[in-house]
């Protein structure tokens, strides 16, 4: 007898599950990681995982849209307004899906070639499409870019693009509340208030190739590794005292030992950013344990930031290092939770009412913490739930002469 060992892939979810979101058809919170039911895949690689509020959204390699969960907005793209408990093929008609980016209740994909499609709501101008269309369950395209996206990023209520020419648009009036208290009595920026695409000002001739967005703060990465950072500040995660910066703010590479970033992404109101050595910095709110680290602040920040902060701001949400993420080749962020691979293993931490941290429990995890012993290829979080493509070793045992 001869056993020779497959790698194969399985999709595991787990948190979260009032909609269907998890594909395991039903609407039973989970734990820890269960299987999902993905029949439908066919075996097809998967190439991204995204979540949003109470939905799911799994691209494969060939561009096709897989959905599950929730669906009263019409953000599974399906036609329809009913939610859906497995994994379903989203008709994506003559476009190939190279990215996709999920807000609370819409969805955004990104084509091969450069164009962007929108569902779901569109109560706050989020889908980009216009103030007439309120929802819809149909894939629109977003007319008003006028140029090749290359990055996309949705927020709780508003929305980001990178365009080939590096620049930034934004779109969704999520952060208008916020710049108006803020702001009074000047005027809000056309780009805090649009409902359809609008240039970010304030980046200069800066290129930027990668955009994360927050509940109510936005974030853009530059060819250069530098990092700006604009919107609501409310739980410190622009790195400020200030409650609110209306234009894109750099923010000081002396906060990241001086290193340039390769990579970021944003929860609702934290930030987690990889810089060119590997290190992982985390800042904003951290009471549910979303920053992965205790609460410290570095002696580059108390001299960028001396004595006591406003708004109810710690210095200890300014950036800081969490060792143990050292490394890391995937991180993916939820609202208030976050999955990451270091090593080859699934490390989560963060907020876990709902089992999003796959531990068995509805406690918070403040360091991050081994999820059982998944092979991660590929992670993805929604707002409460969590998402991970796996490599299963199966043994293949073959007759074979042995005489």
Known sequence: METRSRLTCCLYAWGANSYGQLGQNHVEDQCVPR???????????VRAVCGGGGHSVLLTENGEVFVCGQNHKGQLGLGHNTDVLTLQLCPVLNHKVANVACGWDFTLLLTDSGRLLACGSNAFGQLGVGQTVKHTAELLAVQALKEPVVSVAAGLRHSLTVGASGSVYQWGTGLFSHAKRALSPHPVPSHLKSQ???LVPGLGQRKSHLVSAGSAHCVCL?????????GSSKHGQL???????????????????????????SGWTHV????????????????YGQLGRPASVSEDAEKLCPGPVVQGIRKDCLPGEVASLDGATQIACGSEHNLAVVGGRLLSWGWNE????????????FHPRLVSDLRPVLIGCGAGHSVAVCGVTTGLTQNSDST
């Open 196 to 198: 359809v695409p609008c």
């Open 272 to 287: 987690v950013a990889q810089t060119e050595s590997g290190r992982v910095f985390t800042w904003g709110r951290g009471d």
């Open 239 to 265: 790195a400020t005292a200030e409650p609110f910066l209306p234009s894109p703010s750099l923010l000081n590479r002396s906060l990241l030992k001086g290193e340039k970033v390769t990579n970021v992404c």
């Open 354 to 365: 709902h089992g999003m941290c796959g531990d068995g429990s509805q406690a918070d995890v």
């Open 222 to 230: 530059t060819e250069e590794g530098e990092l700006f950072l604009w």
């Open 35 to 45: 299987l999902c039911d993905s029949s439908a895949l066919q075996d097809r690689a």
